[in-house]
């Protein structure tokens, strides 16, 4: 199912949740996770630089659509 992720924060979120449920190996005993932290902060800082470029190829993290588990 698709549904419509309009701000950051939700994107975030769904990302968060994502990478840990496709990745339970990551996710330490005590539920820090460093592996997920460091791919949410790559894609956080890719976004930046795609915002600063100004290209009318990036994504406007203000209005994205993904799947999205339910």
Known sequence: MHDEIRTYAELQQQ???????????????????????????????????FAKSGTSSAPNPKRLTIARHV
């Open 15 to 49: 990302m968060h949740y994502a990478l840990r449920e496709q990745h339970p190996e990551w996710v330490e005993p005590d539920g820090d996770s460093p592996i997920c932290h460091s791919y949410e902060r790559r894609f956080a800082e890719l976004l930046a630089l």
